[in-house]
Every structure is written in structure tokens, then in C-alpha cells.
């Protein structure tokens, strides 16, 4: 997969895949199972290391977890979240973190903003640093503006629309669309030439995105509007792990068939 084979599907009307992915087993999942994108969020900061938010997560996570995607998922295009302040404090250190994500193995960057971080990406796109944009609800900022959909009124829809097409004439390839209302995803999708990708904002974007652990129902206390779950991950695996202990406390596990032999009794030492 390439910019270009993204391109090319917006105009064929093809629908991009793209699933969140911060380690390499869930990574080798998502290639085997031909997703067009990878992400590696900074969601990793709930689903992964356990806070409430995204804001807590730093370069030096992001760069452990992009690494591990790529070896999991070689052939697949990834995209490196920025975290909060990797890209906020300036263009130089920016530009600097960007590079380090690319180093560890993301094909493209992706930042939250409008209007504000149209001149850093021109910046980046200048210096041959892919870049995926993000409008709508935008997680590191939820402290100022809430957690709240977007284009819910005619302000609204004129900000996002613009900030749409000016984050596409900065040069970003994509652009996420979080939590915008169906008729503005629709509107902004139509009228750019680059792939809109959305979380939360209905069935009019040119792809969709859903972390892992979300719509593998891994994260039961989780349940918003918009996400679907796929699998009821949290009571599978709990109930496995019930099985295993069950089988441990009333020794039915080890069997003879997972010990190891002796030599001399034919046993070909195989792990």
C-alpha cells in the first residue's frame, strides 16, 4: 500500500480499512487479515498503559510501539500517532519527532489540529514527512473543548469544512474525521481529493478506523455510540484464563504430555 494506491481508491470510491494496532502480535493479526492501514495511536495511552486519557503517553512509548508494528506487520502502511507536546512546542522539535517515528518504522505521521498546524505540515511535507490530519473531536484537547461530536451547527460545519481543505492543501495525504456529524463527514469526504478516514462520523467518509481493543470487546467498560463491537474479547479471554486456573487448582493441568522425558525414555527434547 502506498499514498498513491490511497489515491487511487478515494477515486474508484473503494473503501479504506484502517484498525489501530501497538504491538506486534496484533500487528501480524491486522496484516494477516489485509487491513489497508495501520495506526499506532496514542490511544496506547488507555488501551495499553492504562490511563485515562491520551495526553499521558510520550515519544519514547510511541517510538517502542510503532517498532514492534512494523515487525509484526512489515507490508503494511503504519501511521505514527504524535503525542501531546511532541508537536505543539515547535516546528524544529516537531519536525525532529516526526523523523523519529519514520526512523522506527511508521510510513506517515498523524497530528491533531486545523487551521493552527497548517504551516507545521506544509513544514513537514516540504521535508518528505508524510502527514495524516485529524478534525473533529481531537483527544489531546478534550480538557478544553469536551468530549463532544462536532458539526452540530453551521459554525461548526464552516470551521471543519475549512480546516479540511486547508490541512488538504498543505499536503496532507488523509485526514481523520472523529466524532463529525454524518451530513459535515459527508460534505467535507465529497468535496476533498484525499481520503477522509472516520471514527464516529458515519457511513459517508472514504474509510474507517476502530482501535483493536475496541471492536474486539476488549475494553467492556467501553461502549460508545458509534463502535461496534465484533467480538465479546473480554468474557473470551476471561473464560479462558477461569479454565486455566480451574485446571491448575484441581491438577488437571500439567498432563504427563507437557512434561519433559529423559533422553534415555526416546524423548526428542522438542519445546
Known amino acids: 500500500m502506498s499514498i498513491r494506491k490511497f489515491l ?27 487491513v489497508d492501514m495501520i495506526l499506532v495511536g496514542d490511544s496506547a495511552s488507555n488501551v495499553m498503559l492504562g490511563n485515562n486519557d491520551t495526553i499521558k503517553i510520550g515519544m519514547e512509548e510511541m517510538i517502542i510501539f510503532v517498532k514492534a508494528v512494523k515487525k509484526g506487520a512489515p507490508n ?38 486545523g487551521l493552527n498546524v497548517v504551516p507545521l505540515i506544509k513544514k513537514m ?53 472523529e466524532m463529525v456529524t454524518e451530513p459535515v463527514a459527508k460534505k467535507i469526504s465529497e468535496e476533498l481529493a ?33 463502535l461496534k463491537k465484533y467480538l465479546n474479547g473480554f468474557e473470551l479471554f476471561k473464560e479462558a484464563i477461569e479454565n486455566y486456573s480451574s485446571e491448575v487448582k484441581n491438577g488437571k493441568f500439567p498432563e504427563a504430555k507437557h512434561a519433559y522425558k529423559p533422553i534415555e525414555e526416546g524423548s526428542d527434547q522438542k519445546l
Not at 199 to 225: A, T, Y
Open 125 to 177: 511535507v516540504d521535508f518528505g514527512i508524510p502527514v495524516m490530519g485529524h478534525i473533529g473531536f481531537t483527544p489531546q484537547s478534550y480538557k478544553q473543548i469536551g468530549i463532544t461530536s462536532k458539526g452540530k451547527t453551521q459554525t461548526e460545519e464552516e470551521v471543519l469544512l475549512n480546516s479540511a481543505k486547508a490541512l488538504e492543501n498543505s499536503g496532507a495525504f488523509s485526514i481523520v474525521l
Open 76 to 113: 503494511t502502511f503504519i501511521i505514527g500517532d504524535m503525542p501531546f507536546l511532541s508537536y505543539q512546542v515547535s516546528d524544529s522539535e516537531a519536525i525532529k519527532n516526526a523523523g523519529l517515528l519514520l526512523k522506527a518504522g511508521a510510513d506517515a505521521i498523524k497530528l491533531e489540529g
Open 8 to 34: 487511487k481508491m478515494k477515486k474508484k470510491q473503494e473503501k479504506i480499512v484502517m484498525i489501530t494496532a501497538y504491538d506486534y502480535f496484533s500487528a501480524k493479526i491486522a496484516e494477516a487479515a489485509n
Open 194 to 226: 484525499i481520503p477522509t478516514i472516520g471514527i464516529g462520523s458515519g457511513r459517508f467518509c472514504d474509510g474507517q478506523v476502530l482501535v483493536w481493543h475496541d471492536l474486539l470487546g476488549l475494553n467492556n467498560e467501553f461502549e460508545p455510540k458509534f
